[in-house]
């Protein structure tokens, strides 16, 4: 038997897993932050409620990230204090982040996760790391699904310029 047989929870990692691993919590520690922080000056409910839900999908995959990298010995990355909650109207209106910046922000960042879970997947040679990323990649996908559903019906999508082949018109 070799070492990178049997339990894969018994196998070492190697250090391109570790640094993806590190980094997600990173990355995750400063979306929490952001998303605490662009929660208090959201004003749509909806939109409230994805970062609300957001906020807590972080916290959940961190805390599996985190885990695995404490029993591997790996120092995790600092983080940020936690944000209080504010009151939007308390925020000067030239202030705040307005609804769809936040949701547009949040695009991103789904589409960064999706990119960063795929990697961590493809570079994985632990199965138990590969499944849990493509866990984490189908609840960003399906996150991302209802952000863009958000974003149309509420009109904050900028859609790139359309294009529109005219040899179809002939």
């Not at 599996?64 to 009151?87: F, I, M, N, T, Y």
């Not at 790391?129 to 904050?156: D, N, P, S, V, Y």
Request: charged share 25%; proline share 7%.
């Amino acid at each position: 038997m070799g070492i990178l047989s049997g339990n894969p929870k018994n196998e070492p990692l190697h250090y391109g897993e570790i640094y993806g691993l590190w980094s997600f919590v990173a990355a995750g520690k400063g979306m929490l932050a952001g998303y605490e922080t662009m929660r208090n000056h959201a004003g749509d409910k909806e939109l409230i409620h994805l970062l609300e839900e957001a906020i807590e999908q972080c916290k959940h995959d961190m805390k599996q990230v985190e885990a695995l990298l404490k029993e591997q010995g790996v120092g995790l990355p600092p983080s940020p204090p936690e944000r209080p909650h504010a009151s939007l109207e308390k925020i000067p209106v030239g202030a705040r982040i307005q609804d769809p910046e936040i949701a547009a922000t949040m695009s991103v960042d789904v589409a960064a996760g999706l990119v960063a879970c795929s990697k961590m997947i493809g570079q994985a040679i632990r199965e138990d790391i590969a499944m849990m990323f493509g866990q984490f990649h189908t609840q960003k996908a399906t996150f991302g699904a209802k952000l863009l559903r958000l974003t149309k019906e509420k009109g904050w999508l900028v859609p790139p310029p359309m294009h529109k082949n005219e040899a179809e018109d002939c």
